[in-house]
């Protein structure tokens, strides 16, 4: 089926500075990497242990990633009608 295949995450996440802060997808956050997170922070990035990911969510990031999420499901979803449109419901999904 058309669309059923994995778009890779929306968002990455990674503890820093306390707070789990989001990063954008084109590449997986790696310790020591200088990056941006979806606030605005620029942070350099850890080895997060377990209680590192314990932290508080970062307010912002969360929102910011919250719409990433909606606008790729919408984009999806306007993918979906074209295609039915176009070759009928089957297809699509």
């Known amino acids: 089926m058309i ?3 994995w778009e890779g995450p929306v968002v990455w996440w990674n503890p820093v500075e ?3 802060h989001a990063f954008t997808p084109e590449r997986r956050p790696r310790p ?3 990056r941006e997170a979806l606030c ?3 942070v350099t990035l850890i080895e997060p242990d377990e209680v590192d ?3 508080p969510t970062c307010e ?3 929102s910011e990633a919250v719409a990433r999420g909606r606008d ?3 984009r999806r979803e ?3 009608r074209q295609l039915r449109e176009r070759f009928g419901p089957e297809v699509g999904g």
Request: aromatic share 12%.
């Open 3 to 5: 669309g059923m295949s």
């Open 18 to 20: 306390g707070f789990r």
């Open 32 to 34: 020591d990497q200088r």
């Open 40 to 42: 605005g922070l620029w």
């Open 53 to 55: 990911w314990l932290l």
């Open 60 to 62: 912002v990031c969360m």
């Open 72 to 74: 790729r499901e919408r």
């Open 78 to 80: 306007e993918v979906g």
